[in-house]
C-alpha cells in the first residue's frame, strides 16, 4: 500500500460527459501528479500542485484541470469526454513538507482510476 | 529537453535466467534523479530505486540490482534467477532538478518469465 488513495477504482461513462477523480496524497506529501496512462503513449504527465499551487503542466488538454484543495487532497476534471480518453489515470504524491530536498524523493503512485468512455 | 528510451519493448526469458532491462536518459541538468518502477498486472505502480545523479555506485537488493554510468547517461536494471512473478513492465523514470518536480517515464519494457 503506498498511502496514495484513488478514487473511483473504475468509471464508465459516456462521451460528452464529465467526470471528478480525486486523490488523496500520503500523509505530509506537498506535491501531488497527475498521469495518464494510456495503451499507445504510456505514461503521460499531466499536471502537478504543490501546497495547493499549480507547479508544472504536460501535457493536459484544455477540456481537463485540476486543482489541489488546502487539505491536500487533489482532483482531476475531465469534461466533455471522448473516446479517446479511455485510460488509466493515476495520482502519485511526494515531497514530505520539511525534506531538505525535495527532489531526493520517490514519488508513490495510488492504485489508479480506469476510465471507460463509451 | 529531458527524455528517456527503454529500447527493449518485450523482453521473454525462462526463469531462473538473468535478464537485464536497458535505460537511457537524456537531461541537461547536472543534478536530476533516477527510478524504476514495477507495474504488475494488477496494474499498480511499485517504486524500486531512485539513484541521484552524485551517486554512481551500483545497487543490489536481494536478486535485482542497477548499474548507473554517466558516461553513457545510462540505468540499466539487471534481475538475476528470474520469477516468474517478476513478469511485469518496468518503468524508468527521470527527474530533471533538485526540486520535487515531474517525473518523466520512459515507454516501458514488458517483461515475460516463462515457466
Known amino acids: 500500500d503506498s498511502g496514495v488513495t484513488q478514487t473511483p477504482k473504475h468509471l464508465i461513462t459516456a462521451t460528452g460527459q464529465r467526470v471528478t477523480l480525486r486523490c488523496s496524497p500520503r500523509?505530509?506529501?506537498?506535491?501531488v501528479y497527475w498521469y495518464q496512462q494510456s495503451l499507445d503513449q504510456g505514461l503521460q504527465f499531466l499536471i502537478q500542485?504543490?501546497?495547493?499551487?499549480?507547479?508544472a503542466k504536460g501535457n493536459i488538454l484544455e477540456r481537463f484541470s485540476a486543482q489541489q484543495f488546502p487539505d491536500l487532497h487533489s482532483e482531476l476534471n475531465l469534461s466533455s469526454l471522448e473516446l479517446g480518453d479511455s485510460a488509466l489515470y493515476f495520482c502519485?504524491?511526494?515531497?514530505?513538507?520539511?525534506?531538505?530536498?525535495?527532489?531526493?524523493?520517490?514519488?508513490?503512485f495510488g492504485q489508479g482510476t480506469r476510465l471507460t468512455v463509451v | 529537453a529531458q527524455k528517456v528510451t527503454q529500447a527493449q519493448t518485450e523482453i521473454s526469458v525462462v526463469e531462473k535466467e538473468d535478464v537485464t532491462l536497458d535505460c537511457v536518459y537524456e537531461?541537461?541538468?547536472?543534478?536530476?534523479?533516477l527510478f524504476w518502477y514495477k507495474q504488475p498486472p494488477s496494474g499498480e505502480l511499485v517504486f524500486l530505486i531512485r539513484?541521484?545523479?552524485?551517486?554512481?555506485q551500483n545497487e543490489i537488493s536481494g536478486r535485482y540490482s542497477w548499474n548507473f554510468q554517466k558516461s553513457t547517461s545510462s540505468f540499466n536494471f539487471t534481475i538475476t534467477a528470474s520469477q516468474v512473478v517478476d513478469s511485469a513492465v518496468y518503468f524508468c523514470?527521470?527527474?530533471?532538478?533538485?526540486?520535487?518536480?515531474?517525473?518523466?517515464f520512459g515507454k516501458g519494457t514488458r517483461l515475460h518469465i516463462l515457466p
Open positions: 537531461t541537461r541538468d547536472t543534478t536530476y534523479y
Open positions: 500542485y504543490y501546497n495547493g499551487e499549480e507547479r
Open positions: 502519485a504524491s511526494s515531497a514530505v513538507a520539511g525534506s531538505v530536498s525535495y527532489g531526493n524523493t520517490e514519488a508513490f
Open positions: 500523509s505530509g506529501d506537498l506535491s
Open positions: 539513484r541521484n545523479s552524485f551517486d554512481e
Open positions: 523514470a527521470l527527474r530533471a532538478g533538485n526540486r520535487d518536480d515531474k517525473i518523466i
